[in-house]
Nanobody, 115 residues
Framework: QVQLVESGGGLVQPGGSLRLSCVAS????????MGWYRQAPGKQRELVAS???????NYADSVKGRFTISRDNAKNTVHLQMTSLKPEDMAVYYC?????????WGQGTQVTVSS
């Protein structure tokens, strides 16, 4: 079992920045990839960014150059630094951990981009 707890969401104006964090606990040695997904109202959940245990990253085209995912293995934490936020970035952001037998999700954190 893996438990994921997200933090850092909130309200930000367009052009602003936010940093999301996700702390993993439990069977963390089994985690291969950690990532952030988001789901806006009426839309499917989509991958935002992911990072492997070796540090390789992957980003959705819509966030490349604006978002940065990083991983602190010592603290079992993954961060998503979001800059130049746009109204279309508004969604519930979910932390995800992939293991050999499946995946785990956090509870989600709301990101609202509005003036």
């Amino acid at each position: 079992q893996v438990q994921l707890v997200e933090s850092g969401g909130g309200l930000v104006q367009p052009g602003g920045s936010l940093r999301l964090s996700c702390v993993a606990s439990g069977n963390i040695g089994s985690i291969n990839v950690m990532g952030w997904y988001r789901q806006a109202p009426g839309k499917q959940r989509e991958l935002v960014a992911s990072i492997t245990s070796g540090g390789s990253t992957n980003y959705a085209d819509s966030v490349k150059g604006r978002f940065t995912i990083s991983r602190d293995n010592a603290k079992n934490t993954v961060h998503l630094q979001m800059t130049s936020l746009k109204p279309e970035d508004m969604a519930v952001y979910y932390c995800n951990a992939k293991v050999s037998w499946g995946a785990y999700w956090g509870q989600g954190t709301q990101v609202t981009v509005s003036s």
